[in-house]
């Protein structure tokens, strides 16, 4: 009899322990593994199928994970997987930076800046990104992707300054910078067509345009400007205006 309570009593406990960890899990992996972690020991030692399976298969980090990991590999297949910048996975701690650059210049794929809204979040992230970068590893760049030679900063803010000043038609194959073309708008009308370059200032430095290699740069400077590729798809961009 003292035997079945304890086992009742462990799986009890397992279950406990695994119902915690998914509470926790969106605030604080970190926090959440040590309940996840009891709840697989709990389960071995009272040896149900059910414990052990509820414990494995159905933990937080085992789902969330597997999850992830085929969200992402969709996303590859259709050419819209993406990477967040320097990732933290801890539930704590300063954001993440803005990334430099648009696409991460060894993967090509895209880089979204976006805060994180919770732990699970960054979990999300560090699983999305390295299943991300491993099937380009394995299978090559995504669908889409730019995979020519990209100029750096200090190439690219040469090549424009050599180059002329931008004219509404430079500005038609980067539809979120169309509010620079008319110089003529009042600032509110401007910010209210300026979508994607968060914190830009308008009325600040001149826009240029100029070749590079193959490729056409669209621009301010080294500290921000836009890579078009031959047809006048944007391939990439570095920085922003307001820099």
């Not at 803005?98 to 979040?121: C, F, K, M, Q, T």
Request: charged letters at 15%; aromatic letters at 8%; glycine letters at 8%.
């Amino acid at each position: 009899m003292s035997g079945m309570c304890c086992l009742s009593s462990s799986r009890c406990s397992g279950l406990l322990s695994w119902f915690a960890s998914w509470v926790v899990f969106p605030i604080c992996p970190l926090i959440s593994a040590p309940l996840a972690a009891i709840s697989l020991v709990r389960g071995l030692r009272g040896g149900s199928a059910m414990a052990i399976t509820r414990a494995t298969l159905l933990s937080p980090f085992v789902l969330v994970t597997a999850v992830t990991a085929f969200h992402t590999t969709l996303g590859y297949t259709h050419g819209v997987a993406y990477l967040h910048p320097d990732v933290r996975v801890a539930c704590c701690g300063a954001p993440s930076p803005y990334a430099s650059w648009s696409v991460d210049p060894r993967s090509r794929l895209p880089v979204i800046a976006e805060p994180a809204r919770n732990g699970a979040s960054r979990f999300m992230w560090r699983v999305n990104d390295r299943m991300a970068r491993m099937l380009v590893r394995i299978l090559g760049p995504q669908k889409g992707s730019w995979t020519g030679a990209l100029p750096t900063a200090q190439e690219a803010g040469s090549a424009l300054a050599k180059g002329k000043r931008a004219s509404s038609a430079d500005f038609l194959a980067v539809p979120d910078l169309t509010c620079f073309a008319n110089r003529s708008k009042s600032p509110i009308e401007i910010m209210a067509g300026f979508t994607l370059v968060p914190g830009a200032n308008p009325t600040g430095k001149t826009f240029m345009t100029s070749p590079w290699n193959n490729l056409t740069l669209l621009g301010t400077g080294p500290d921000f400007f836009v890579v078009l590729d031959p047809t006048g798809r944007e391939v990439a961009r570095f920085g922003d205006p307001a820099r």
